[in-house]
């Protein structure tokens, strides 16, 4: 079997190209959640009512899944630069194209294609370990993963109070010319790397199944994450819908809450520089625990005083902490044993969590419907706790 030509390697990445990576992985990736706290002004403008305007969630997330499964696989097959670049050039114009929307069915095509665009963060994350030593990977992840992360946090907030300047629309339109620039960049910057394929595009799918199959440490990571994203999901579905009903929260209110998590983001670079001296085992339980323990004491206080309200905040924190954390020492378990294969164990791993993170978003909702908080915290306590149950049965050397 011919071997693939990767980037060649240095002792080294550059600062400055690990800077790039990890901003262009927050600008990427923050367009999957922009829609998230405006999705009441987006239905009443396109004529969605309040139960349909999910599906922009939904198909965004859904062109994100199947770009992890479809065209993430090929940065093992073809030129990463080129892949990057077109991917880039679909989720502008469809970011262009969501911005000046008037019905439903164009915005909601729009939002399928700007999930499928977004794939390109998830080429450039092990993108950056193809030009990292080993000894060195698990700390280029986690400052990339931290960029990515930043993106997630940070869009939330960022859309809202764009949407309460301009309206809704600016921020699509403002994210259209950012991808479009970045594309610019990432065409004049990003080093080749030119795989040999050895599979074709068929072959190259159906080895997904197979990857599965013989991987158990990409299984059991990715399921790790998946419970951690998930009951992430779960209170950031919940959290915003609790603060306008029991503290009586604005728009900007929930917004300012929403930074709070982008302190969480820190746990990123430090778990991945932790990981490289071999404590990912330890770190990997402890990420665990602390998920569990964000819910279990926010149930403490079921009500509106100020110490229910510190305790979402403090709660906010750890759990971000716990979920970026581990995320980072999943990606860096994966990458080193995936060799060339690292484009297709990373769409696998990425689809499977964020399926998690979808089912949870759903659990949120009817979670909080049928019992309200407490229900909620319930089932957010215990889904960090039956993963590492599970964890607990890995093999020490796995």
Avoid at 144 to 164: D, E, K, Q, T
Avoid at 343 to 354: A, E, K, P, T
């Amino acid at each position: 079997m011919q071997a693939q030509q990767a980037v060649p390697q240095k002792s080294s990445i550059s600062a400055g190209m690990t800077f790039l990576l990890a901003a262009a992985c927050g600008l990427i990736v923050a367009n999957l959640y922009y829609a998230q706290t405006l999705l009441g002004p987006i239905g009443e403008s396109i004529g969605l009512s309040a139960s349909a305007t999910g599906f922009i969630a939904t198909l965004t997330q859904l062109g994100y899944v199947a770009g992890l499964l479809f065209i993430v696989p090929l940065s093992d097959m073809v030129p990463n630069r080129r892949l990057s670049v077109s991917a880039l050039i679909v989720a502008a114009a469809a970011l262009a194209v969501a911005a000046f929307a008037e019905n439903a069915l164009i915005f909601l095509i729009a939002s399928l294609f700007i999930g499928l665009g977004s794939v390109t963060a998830q080429i450039l994350v092990p993108f950056a370990t193809y030009m990292a030593s080993e000894e060195q990977r698990g700390r280029v992840v986690g400052n990339v993963m931290s960029g990515l992360l930043l993106g997630i946090m940070f869009a939330r907030p960022v859309a809202s109070f764009v949407a309460s300047l301009w309206g809704w629309q600016a921020i699509f339109g403002i994210s259209a010319v950012v991808i479009t620039l970045l594309m610019l960049v990432l065409s004049r910057l990003l080093p080749e790397r030119k795989p040999v394929p050895t599979l074709n595009y068929g072959q190259l799918i159906v080895s997904l199944g197979t990857l599965f199959k013989n991987t158990p440490i990409l299984r059991r990571r990715a399921l790790y994450q998946a419970c951690l994203f998930g009951v992430f999901s779960i209170f950031w579905t919940v959290a915003p819908l609790r603060l306008a009903h029991d503290f009586d929260m604005s728009q900007q209110g929930i917004a300012l809450f929403a930074l709070v998590g982008v302190g969480g983001a820190v746990a990123a670079p430090i778990a991945g520089r932790l990981a490289d001296r071999g404590w990912t085992r330890g770190l990997t339980a402890l990420a665990m625990c602390l998920a569990s323990l964000s819910f279990i004491v926010t149930g403490l206080f079921d009500n509106n005083s100020t110490g229910a309200l510190a305790l979402l905040v403090i709660s906010a924190v750890t759990l971000d902490m716990a979920v970026s954390g581990n995320l980072v020492l999943g990606q860096r378990a994966i990458y080193s044993v995936a060799g060339e294969a690292r484009g297709r164990m990373n769409g696998l791993f990425m689809s499977i969590f964020f399926i998690g993170g979808a089912i949870g978003s759903s659990l949120g909702g009817w979670s909080y419907e049928s019992g309200g908080w407490i229900l909620t915290a319930a089932i957010g306590a215990t889904l960090p706790l039956a993963a590492l149950i599970y964890f607990l049965t890995e093999k020490k050397d796995a």
